[in-house]
């Protein structure tokens, strides 16, 4: 047999076309949403991301007979997976900065009002998950964690979490189908923010509390958005844009290593049972973390005169990371399983209807304090993205504020890192709770403290102005 022979025998196989054939699915159905949202007119009233619709199109496939085996579900979750991972290195690697219409400080409350929202939702599916536990052990205990998860954090940590929860749930004889809770948390809070957030629209526009404002169907970007000074060229050597993408793949595979050298690391009782089962699950914060550090390293050698030209190109990496959520929406919505959904039907759909309702009267009432000037523009891109993505968010935001001329569009995107700071702890209470029982109620108590916190800093400048006036 010749070399030509073995390289045919090797790729008329079907296996060399099984995850080509999942992503040709995932494009496709990617492909129909989008029709589906710019062609069906109460679609794009309702702001759904195309996505979304992509997912719930798979969803609907694999309803009819002999249709679920096509769509894989294990490669579905894989896609979800380290699609959330790739886009948040692409988002880590931009050179962002504070515009003056931000201050530094609003970001950071920003970040304090991603975080604590993330709290108070946590808060709330708590205090549903345990008495259903203790009355009848309907639900994991645990389970209303996975609501911030799903709502805050979108798909891929829903489904990161919630494999972990399934696990523990596992090792204490329970079951528990925390991948399928936490995704069908994520597809819901998608529609919560696009279809709550654009009837509320609607209403303050009957009470003349908003302005209609045009917005063009075509965005124009400026030549300074496509490249910035100094850059490489477009096309030498190697092209800029395979330039952008080997960069992120080069961080997500120190990802891999760092994630991997720590596993073989000998860490103790809450290192072995806590922190090495969720780091695989932090592929976006340690992705985060090590994109800043090798955007930085960038700068040292540009100081240093050992590189003479720009690397990093904004416009690219945004439409990486673009495509990476996605991909991440429609795979996470794909990959949900009914098979065990009629066992917490009813505690799902509580947990979903109070965490929409708490987060929509949180967000209003802090973005008041928060967003005098513009309370509205700020409630609508937060709201947004605490129940889907930071897409959402901008979505909503483009009805009332199309030219993006509050600040509102430049807290969203720069809170990110003080919101993975202020956040954190509450990441490592997800390892913590689902122990047990007793570490769950701890939990709670821990989260209410933190939400307290938080909402204090928030509010800060009222509260203690008031106590000088007294």
């Not at 050597?237 to 994630?259: E, H, P, R």
């Not at 290192?271 to 090590?290: A, D, I, Q, R």
């Not at 039907?345 to 949180?362: D, N, R």
Request: hydrophobic content about 50%; some cysteine.
């Amino acid at each position: 047999m010749t070399i030509l022979d073995v390289s045919v025998m090797t790729f008329d196989r079907p296996e060399a076309w099984q995850w080509l054939v999942q992503f040709c699915i995932l494009a496709t159905a990617l492909l129909l949403g989008n029709v589906l949202r710019t062609q069906v007119p109460f679609l794009k009233k309702s702001l759904l991301p195309s996505a979304l619709l992509g997912g719930l199109l798979l969803l609907i496939f694999k309803a009819f007979p002999g249709c679920r085996e096509i769509i894989n579900k294990p490669m579905m979750e894989i896609a979800t997976y380290h699609a959330l991972g790739l886009g948040f290195v692409a988002l880590a690697l931009k050179n962002n900065k504070v515009e003056s219409k931000s201050s530094t400080m609003k970001v950071v409350e920003t970040g304090a009002l991603t975080a604590s929202s993330y709290v108070i939702q946590g808060i709330v599916g708590l205090l549903v998950s345990i008495p259903f536990f203790i009355f009848g052990k309907r639900l994991f205990y645990a389970a209303g964690l996975l609501l911030p998860m799903g709502y805050g954090q979108g798909p891929g940590q829903a489904l990161n979490f919630g494999k972990i929860f399934t696990q523990a749930a596992s090792e204490q004889g329970l079951e528990f189908a925390g991948a399928d809770f936490g995704l069908s948390i994520a597809a819901t809070g998608f529609i919560v923010g696009s279809v709550i957030g654009v009837i509320y629209m609607n209403y303050l526009r009957r009470k003349g509390r908003l302005s209609s404002k045009k917005i063009s169907d075509a965005q124009v970007n400026k030549l300074e958005d496509y490249e910035g000074k100094n850059e490489i060229p477009d096309a030498e050597s190697i092209d800029k844009l395979s330039v952008q993408i080997c960069m992120v793949l080069f961080v997500y595979f120190l990802v891999y290593l760092f994630t991997n050298w720590i596993q073989g690391m000998d860490l103790g009782n809450f290192g072995e049972k806590t922190l090495k089962p969720m780091l695989w699950g932090f592929n976006f914060l340690l992705g985060t973390l090590f994109g800043i550090a090798f955007k930085n390293i960038l700068k040292v050698f540009k100081k240093q005169r050992l590189m003479q030209r720009e690397y990093i190109n904004n416009y690219m990496l945004n439409r990486i990371s673009g495509f990476c959520f996605d991909i991440m929406i429609v795979a996470g919505t794909a990959a949900i399983s009914f098979e065990e959904f009629g066992k917490f039907v009813l505690p799902f759909t509580i947990i979903c209807a109070l965490g929409a309702l708490v987060t929509f009267v949180y967000v209003l009432w802090i973005s008041k304090h928060l967003y005098p000037d513009y309370k509205y523009e700020g409630f609508f891109s937060m709201f947004g993205m605490l129940t889907g993505t930071a897409s959402n968010g901008m979505i909503l935001l483009r009805e009332i504020d199309p030219k993006f001329e509050t600040p509102a569009a430049n807290n969203l995107v720069l809170q990110t890192l003080a919101a993975i700071v202020l956040g954190f702890p509450v990441l490592l209470l997800m390892g913590f709770a689902p122990q047990s029982l007793q570490s769950t109620w701890i939990t709670l108590g821990i989260l209410v403290a933190f939400w307290a916190a938080l909402t204090v800093f928030m509010l800060r400048k009222k509260i203690f102005h008031r106590k000088k006036t007294e």
